[in-house]
């Protein structure tokens, strides 16, 4: 099978098993698969795929028709310019968090050698993107899970991160491991969905960890926690940036002026819903 004839089939399989988008997801499949970018795809249209190669696209066309995320079966994915290793047992990076990572960056901009807390930290791609595009800024990385405390590893050894120190810790029971007034911005999108409401959720998500997905009853657990047991982190005029699902922006807004945080603000994601909560501590 020539790859131009098994870009075709794949197409055609995707379609079948209902993709939404089967031409655009066949093309990143042969560029993370083989490096087969549009260039190169039209130089090498009339190769043969050897069969190690085709039973690599078949697997991949399977696990995708059983609605595994496209980046599981890469292996790999883009944030803010960067590429970040991704796999099963860690939250997939999504365009939103650029919006809280952004905002971020503008509030700390102007501080000399930044500290930054990040909690509940995944794949590290907040962590590393914030430690490359400030200046002198360092980064404590915290995640509990074993699985996405591995993928952050790597993906600070990846990027050659000397900013970043990963911290594998449950936020609701290590915060007295840090000093308080010590950072000057705290940064996290932590689980925020309401737990009843995760099995409703579409099918390709199902295959993400629960726990990087479930808040708690009103999810709004881990709002709680960073309130009460982690603001005192930061130093006065310190800011804190959470990533927040539509409906929450009242709900943490109250939790953080009760722990005395002034100056709070919602930022709307491309969609134009309610992503990001920023405030400053007294």
């Known amino acids: 099978m020539t790859v131009r004839d098994a870009l075709t089939m794949t197409v055609s399989r995707l379609r079948e098993r209902g993709n939404d988008s ?5 093309r990143l499949m042969f560029e993370g698969l083989f490096g087969l970018d549009r260039f190169r795809m039209t130089e090498e249209r009339d190769r043969e795929l050897c069969h190690e190669e085709e039973e690599t696209l078949l697997s991949a066309i399977e696990r995708r028709g059983r609605g595994e995320p496209l980046q599981y079966i890469l292996g790999k994915w883009e944030f803010m310019g960067g590429e970040y290793l991704v796999g099963r047992g860690v939250l997939i990076p999504r365009d939103d968090t650029e919006v ?57 050894a990846c990027h050659g991160a000397a900013g970043v120190r990963a911290l594998q810790g449950d936020i609701f029971l290590c915060y007295d491991k840090f000093e308080d007034e010590s950072f000057d911005a705290l940064i996290s999108n932590p689980p925020y969905i309401e737990r009843e409401v995760i099995p409703t959720l579409q099918r390709e998500v199902q295959f993400e960890p629960e726990t990087a997905l479930d808040g708690g009853t ?57 992503r990001v909560i920023i405030g400053t501590k007294r």
């Open 218 to 274: 009103d999810g709004l657990d881990f709002y709680r926690c960073i309130a009460e047991k982690w603001a005192v982190k930061l130093r006065s005029g310190g800011t804190i940036s959470l990533e927040i699902g539509e409906s929450q922006a009242q709900a943490v807004t109250k939790l953080l002026r009760a722990q005395g945080f002034c100056n709070i603000r919602t930022v709307k994601d491309i969609q134009c819903l309610d």
């Open 22 to 26: 089967p031409e655009y997801e066949a």
């Open 100 to 156: 809280c990572v952004r905002e971020c960056i503008e509030e700390i901009r102007g501080i000399k050698n930044p500290k930054v807390l990040e909690l509940c930290s995944g794949s590290g791609i907040i962590a590393i993107t914030l430690s490359e595009l400030v200046r002198g800024c360092t980064v404590i990385a915290i995640e509990k899970e074993s699985k996405a405390y591995e993928y952050l590893e790597k993906n600070i």
